[in-house]
């Protein structure tokens, strides 16, 4: 939760060759943040290394308003992806002026990177000995660069407390949704997701963006299957009622929807299963048992194992740090 749910300031950091599109992402998301009143509860500010023109990596600069300094006033620091330069993507290290910049960060302060902004973090020595990620084109050479760091390059995000990591481009979306969330619960999170028409939360990760072969022809999508378990998922699914709705060998489809989620079946059913049961925590005041009922765990003790292997505590606690972080806002 944030410290202060009333006004949460979020910086920019703006380095030279910065991608306009990911320097975007978190003004977009925690600017469409407001409580039931309409009141904003996150300030983003954008800061460079002077308060002069940034250049960028497309064929423009742009301005900013505040240098390093302000960087000192922030909860949370967002680094947004930039164009390989040196001596950070050759060396894995820091120039002298993006090093001073972020010794202005205050100890305890929530660090966000965005796609190749994790080298950075990395250069940084933030992320040694860390769980993180990156776009997975890149990911090999960050691991080479950074070999203390534990890449992941087949997910989204990383959510490591009070360091985040997320991979290529659009991720920036999903990892800035994730905090909000964390941040205020599903439903104010759902709402900003709306307002900047894109899906509360994607499936699978970054391995079914990863170039590989195409498909056969003869392949059919397993989209409509998905979408299908999705309303049903307090039924008792498993691989081979997946299939056959599909119409396709169990081999098929599971290789099919490995392509295409970045998940097998099993670990696919459990996620959503997952997502579900703890919106059903925020949104509702079922009782445990109902809630694993309609999620389609069966039994209340599946459910607690599967809620605590993803978030670290039971229904009662996370219900008790979700269920009312609107009101407190």
Known sequence: MCKDLAMHRVVVLALPG?????????RRVFGSVVD????????????????????TDADFSITVEHGPQILATADTVVVPALAPLAPMFTEGTLSDPVR????????GTRLVSICT???VLAAAGLLDGRPATNHWYC?????RLFPTVAVDPTVLFVDDGDVLTSAGAAAGVDVCLH??????????????ARRCVVPPWRDGGQAQYIEQPVPERTETSTAPTREWALQHLDEPLNLAALAAHARMSLRTFTRRFRQETGATPGSWLISQRVDLARHLLETTDLPVER???RAGFGTAASFRMHLRAVTGVGPHSYRRTFRHAPAAA
């Open 18 to 26: 910065v991608y306009p599109f990911e320097m975007g992402i978190p």
């Open 36 to 55: 039931s009143t309409g009141t904003p509860l996150y300030e983003v500010i954008t800061a460079g290394l002077t308060a002069d023109p940034v250049p």
């Open 100 to 107: 001073a910049a972020l010794a202005h960060i205050r100890p």
């Open 117 to 119: 902004g994790a080298y």
């Open 139 to 143: 990911a090999d050479h960050f691991q």
């Open 179 to 192: 905090v909000v969330r964390r941040d205020h619960g599903s439903e104010i999170a759902n709402a900003v």
């Open 291 to 293: 809630v694993a009922e």
